[in-house]
């Protein structure tokens, strides 16, 4: 049996969606900006992308820019704003547990001569909103927080935190890294004060290298990428039209089916945290249960280094993660997993599972005997 458990560093795409890319890509493959038909007919396909993904936010369609996907939506949102308010103020608030996407964007925005302050979380992984209202002052001009954590699958107070900035200074903006949130739960920013959401269409059974920025019609943002003006300016280049297409072929299957396939992924969470914590000396990180994303499960076990495992599970054809997929290929602590505090030991025995629409219970049931069976083998050899 092969089982695919590492849903949160991309998913497989929906037929419909491959299906619908290469009918663009062979036939319908003009360029959107060209004035003859085919080059409407493309300008349609955007078009169609944009109501789609408007409609899911309940915003409007100008305030939709597509991207290559999520890191770039964070940098441009990030550095487009701070570009463009910097005479209001030099200070940016984030967390210590965003993407890199975010983080390394704020470090390198301090070298610019911003201040940024990133604000703790606790044992789960959570922000304080009492921490987060003694960092404001009148220099901030953003606050940049992720959504659903995608290490621990930690939910942030996103709407908690949209009514308190915009309570303390309506001026300031808030960025909300939606990648691993957007599919799973309804994200209405203007009902949520979010002023610019990124979102990436690969976490969403869409393709890779596409993904789509919403930026309030209110806010001033500066492009970071110039060329011909598509996209008003904001995002130049030709705009990628069977990724576009396709991504919003996903969201509009995704939200379709929205309440009864996450209420169905919770089930799996639920079934597969209780058959982890009969394993000995195993720990859940994040919120194991209801209150945290219905698709991530982290866990630690403890004497078995995370390289070790995930290899033994993929020998035995199961995929899983030993962290975020951006930093998998470097052998370094989880800067998530530190900041909540995790027990130093459990830092290089962490895995974490992440699931899908095509993930079932039988494959669930089989990683779980699947980790009985090996995890004592597995300790063992690592004593000696």
Known sequence: ?????????????????????????????????????????????????????????????????????????????????????????????????????????????????????????????????????????????????????????????????????????????????????????????????????????????????VGFLYVDERVKIKPVVFGGGQQSGLRSGTENVPGIAGMAKAVEMIYGNLDRERERLYELKEAFCEGLLKIPDVVLNGHPGRDGAPHVVSASVRGVRSEVLLHALEDKGIYVSAGSACAARKPQPSTTLQAMGIDRELLGSTIRFSFSVFTTMEEINYTLQTMCDIIPVLRRFSRR
């Not at 092969?2 to 491959?18: G, I, M």
């Open 1 to 209: 049996m092969e089982v695919y458990l590492d849903n949160s560093a991309t998913t497989r795409c929906f037929d419909e969606v491959a299906e619908l890319m290469k009918k663009i890509m062979c036939e319908d493959y003009g360029n959107p900006s060209s004035l003859h038909r085919k080059g409407v007919q493309a300008e349609r396909y955007v078009r169609y992308a944009t109501q789609t993904i408007a409609e899911n936010l309940k915003g409007n369609e100008k305030e939709i820019f597509f991207t290559s996907g999520g890191t770039e939506s964070d940098n441009l949102a990030i550095r487009g704003c701070a570009a463009a308010n910097c005479r209001a103020g030099r200070h940016l608030i984030t967390t210590q547990i965003e993407h890199p996407a975010v983080l390394k964007t704020m470090k390198h925005l301090e070298e610019e001569g911003f201040r940024v302050t990133y604000l703790p979380v606790d044992g789960r992984g959570c922000v304080s909103l009492s921490e987060l209202q003694r960092a404001i002052t009148g220099e901030t001009i953003l606050v940049s927080i992720m959504h659903t954590n995608n290490e621990v699958g930690t939910l942030q107070p996103i709407q908690e935190a949209g009514a308190l900035i915009r309570k303390m200074n309506p001026r300031i903006l808030f960025h909300v890294d939606a990648v691993q949130g957007f599919g799973k739960f309804r994200i209405y920013p203007k009902k949520m004060n979010i002023d610019l959401l990124s979102v990436s269409g690969h976490k969403i059974h869409g393709p890779k290298g």
